[in-house]
C-alpha cells in the first residue's frame, strides 16, 4: 500500500511509530519503503472491520469486537513497554479544543431547528481533561482495522495517533457509524475489556468519562456527517 500524507512530518511520525510497534510485537503493517514523501507499507488484507461488520449477527459481531479490543489493548501495552508516548504529541490538550467539543451540541441544535439542552460547560470541560496521558491511536475506527484469515485484527493509519486517555479509542471505536447498534453486547465487551484500559482510574470513573466523552464525540460526528 502507497500513501503520501498530508505533511512530512506526518509521514515520519507513521514511519517510527509503525517501526516500533512492530518491533514490540503489534499488528501493524511493516514498513517496506520511505522516501520522505511516500510510504509504502505492508498490505495487510482487505477485510475491513467495518466490512465485516455489516451483515453479521450478534453472536459474530461480538467475537469480531472482541478480538478488536484484545489487539487494541495489546497495541496500547506494546506502546507503553517501549515507551513509545514520549515521542508524540498530546491530543486534546488545550482548554479551548475541549470546550469546542461541548459547545458543538448547540451548533448541531441550530442546524436541526432543536435547542441543544443547557449543558455544565465548565464541568464538562473540566471532566475532559486528561491528567496522565498515554499513547492512543486516536482514530480507531472499524476503516482502519483489518480482520486477518486467523481472525486477528490489525491496525493501519496511524498519522494521527498521540497520547490522551486511553478510553478514548473505545469511544473511537463504539461511536463509530460502522459499529451495529447492540447495548447488549457493548455493555459484554466493556465488563470484559475495560480492566484492560482503565490506567489510573477506578472502573467507575472510567465509565462517567466514557459516558461524558463519548457523547459529545457522537454528537460532533453526527454534525461532520450531516454537514
Not at 194 to 218: E, K
Request: aromatic content about 8%; proline content about 4%.
Amino acid at each position: 500500500i502507497a500513501s503520501q500524507r498530508t505533511t512530512p512530518g506526518r509521514a515520519r511520525l507513521e514511519v517510527r511509530v509503525l517501526e516500533e510497534l512492530g518491533t514490540g510485537g503489534a499488528l501493524v503493517p511493516k514498513v517496506l519503503a520511505f522516501d520522505g514523501r511516500f510510504l509504502f507499507q505492508e498490505d495487510l488484507g482487505d477485510m475491513r472491520l467495518s466490512k465485516a461488520l455489516k451483515n453479521v449477527g450478534r453472536v459474530e459481531g461480538e467475537r469480531l469486537l472482541d478480538a478488536t479490543l484484545i489487539s487494541l489493548s495489546a497495541t496500547h501495552q506494546a506502546a507503553k513497554k517501549i515507551g513509545l508516548e514520549r515521542h508524540v504529541v498530546t491530543l486534546g490538550e488545550r482548554a479551548d479544543w475541549r470546550r469546542s467539543l461541548v459547545t458543538h451540541t448547540q451548533e448541531l441544535g441550530r442546524f436541526l431547528g432543536s435547542p441543544s439542552p443547557d449543558l455544565a460547560t465548565d464541568k464538562l470541560v473540566e471532566r475532559l481533561c486528561v491528567s496522565r496521558p498515554y499513547f492512543i491511536k486516536w482514530d480507531s475506527r472499524p476503516p482502519n482495522a483489518v480482520v486477518l484469515g486467523d481472525g486477528r485484527v490489525g491496525w493501519f493509519d496511524w498519522e494521527h495517533c498521540g497520547r490522551r486517555n486511553r478510553l478514548d479509542d473505545l469511544v473511537w471505536l463504539f461511536g463509530d457509524q460502522t459499529v451495529p447498534e447492540w447495548p447488549d453486547v457493548e455493555e459484554k465487551l466493556l465488563k470484559r475489556h475495560l480492566p484492560a484500559f482503565l490506567d489510573d482510574m477506578s472502573a467507575d470513573d472510567a465509565r462517567d468519562y466514557l459516558a461524558v466523552y463519548g457523547t459529545l464525540h457522537m454528537w460532533m460526528r453526527l454534525g461532520k456527517i450531516v454537514n
